[in-house]
Structures are given as C-alpha cells and as structure tokens.
C-alpha cells in the first residue's frame, strides 16, 4: 500500500508494512479470535509432520506449544502490542528461540507553565532525551539514533536476565526500534525484537537473528489509505 498523493504526507500514516519472509507468520492481537488464530497456526506446523512420527508423542508437544505461545500473547497484549510475530520453519516446527511485537506508544503530556499541559517535544528532541536517559544503564545497553522510512528513530540493545518469576526461564537479546510516527509528535511505534540463541543471547545465531531483524526494519515503509 502506498501513500495517495493528494493526502500529502503531513497526515500520521493509518499503518505499516514489512517485507516479511515466508517462514514468518503475523497474529493479530487486537482481535478477540488471537487464541484460535494461535491454535490453527500450531495445528498447521503439526499438520506437516512425518506420518511416521507417533501421534501419542505429538500430542504433549502440540499442547506444551500452544501453551507457551498463548502465555506470549497475553503478555504482549499486557503490553498494549498491535501484532506478534513468530517465525514458523518449514520442517512445520514453531521455533520460540525468537520473536518480535509492535505497539503504538502516545507520549504523556507535560506539565508546562501554571500546570498547562506543554506541546510535546519535537521527534529529535525526544530521540536526544531517549539517548542520555538510557545511556545511565551502562555498558549492557547498546544505543544509536537515525531513521526508519525517513521518520526519526531510535534503535535500543541489551541483555535481559532470566526472570523465573515472569516466566522466562532464559536471558534474552533485545532490539527495539522507536520511531516517531509522522504528522503525530505525540505518537511513537515500537519494534521490540527478542531472541535467546541457542541458549546464550550473546551466542553467534543470536547475533545472526540481531542482523537479520536489523535487515527486516530496513524494508519497514508507512502506509497511508
């Protein structure tokens, strides 16, 4: 979907696109039929084992999936994300070892003058504020400002410890993208990528996933209707 000429660019976008691979699957998670669309793509991958493989041992697995993929939803809609996406292999295995969501995140107001509510800063202002508040993490977080389709953004790295409490059993490679919503100060989306390796979130296949999604954002475009 491309942008209409004759709505100009100075209007916020109504979406977005990626160019996302084949082996990638989006599941909407502002719908109320998130669950049975999670069920069906779990079905699917399942559909497409070996006849020979025993059905009794499948089963447990199929569940055990569902499970922990019904568990990531909730908590991405805890967090108010737009879609997840997982990538889904052609073996027909559901491959958890990563995933990423998108949000939309509208700015708070600020106090300004007498208590009167400030216009909210300018998109570069906020990526400079973004940058030397999150610079106080340390040497764990990695940051860096540009663009994302010509919009201001700013892209976050680290290492988030395991936390049994939450349910994540691993540490895990983080990568976000904020990027400030054309025509919208107050509006920014939010690209947040996760990946556990092969056990270790700064192995080599967490690295190539960290690439790779890099590479995806570069194909991100608006879209406007």
């Given at each position: 979907?491309?942008?209409?000429?004759?709505?100009g660019r100075a209007a916020p976008?109504?979406?977005?696109?990626?160019?996302?691979?084949?082996?990638?699957?989006?599941?909407?998670?502002?719908?109320?039929?998130?669950?049975?669309a999670v069920r069906a793509l779990?079905?699917?991958?399942?559909?497409?084992?070996?006849?020979?493989?025993?059905?009794?041992?499948?089963?447990?697995?199929?569940?055990?999936?569902?499970?922990?993929?019904?568990?990531?939803?909730?908590?991405?809609?805890?967090?108010?994300?737009?879609?997840?996406?997982?990538?889904?292999?052609?073996?027909?295995?559901?491959?958890?070892?990563?995933?990423?969501?998108?949000?939309?995140?509208?700015?708070?107001?600020?106090?300004?003058?007498?208590?009167?509510?400030?216009?909210?800063?300018?998109?570069?202002?906020?990526?400079?504020?973004?940058?030397?508040?999150?610079?106080?993490?340390?040497?764990?977080?990695?940051?860096?400002?540009?663009?994302?389709?010509?919009?201001?953004?700013?892209?976050?790295?680290r290492v988030v410890p395991a936390?049994?409490?939450?349910?994540?059993?691993?540490?895990?490679?983080?990568?976000?993208?904020?990027?400030?919503?054309?025509?919208?100060?107050?509006?920014?989306?939010?690209?947040?990528?996760?990946?556990?390796?092969?056990?270790?979130?700064?192995?080599?296949?967490?690295?190539?996933?960290?690439?790779?999604?890099?590479?995806?954002?570069?194909?991100?475009?608006?879209?406007?209707?």
């Open positions: 979907m491309t942008a209409d000429p004759a709505v976008p109504t979406g977005y696109r990626l160019l996302l691979p084949d082996d990638w699957a989006q599941i909407p998670l502002r719908r109320g039929d998130t669950e049975a779990v079905a699917s991958a399942f559909a497409r084992v070996p006849s020979d493989v025993p059905r009794d041992r499948l089963t447990p697995l199929r569940l055990e999936l569902e499970r922990r993929l019904l568990t990531a939803v909730a908590e991405a809609r805890k967090a108010d994300a737009l879609e997840m996406y997982l990538p889904v292999k052609t073996a027909g295995e559901v491959n958890l070892g990563a995933s990423f969501t998108v949000s939309n995140v509208r700015l708070p107001a600020r106090a300004g003058v007498e208590g009167v509510a400030a216009q909210v800063t300018d998109p570069t202002d906020v990526a400079v504020q973004l940058l030397a508040r999150d610079r106080t993490h340390g040497s764990e977080l990695d940051l860096s400002s540009g663009e994302v389709d010509g919009a201001i953004a700013v892209r976050r790295e936390d049994l409490e939450r349910g994540a059993e691993l540490a895990t490679r983080r990568v976000e993208y904020l990027v400030s919503v054309p025509g919208d100060p107050e509006q920014w989306l939010v690209a947040a990528f996760s990946a556990i390796g092969a056990g270790d979130p700064r192995d080599d296949l967490a690295d190539a996933m960290v690439e790779w999604f890099d590479a995806l954002m570069r194909t991100f475009r608006w879209s406007w209707t």
